[in-house]
């Protein structure tokens, strides 16, 4: 998920330099929700392990 977040930066990136503002916005727009929805699992799955390694260890 956080390879398409940066595939989508890097499109954003040259959309912008050649000029296509609206591709440029949209893959921008693309990217930031991928990169929040990496970041809303991984603290999911951060908060699970920790959950799972404390009733293991009792």
Do not use: E
Not at 9 to 32: M, R
């Amino acid at each position: 998920m956080l390879r398409w977040a940066l595939i989508f930066f890097i499109i954003a990136i040259i959309a912008a330099v050649f000029g296509f503002g609206g591709i440029a916005t949209a893959a921008a727009g693309i990217a930031k929700i991928l990169f929040y929805l990496f970041l809303v699992v991984a603290v999911v799955m951060l908060v699970s392990a920790l959950l799972a390694g404390r009733n293991i260890t009792r």
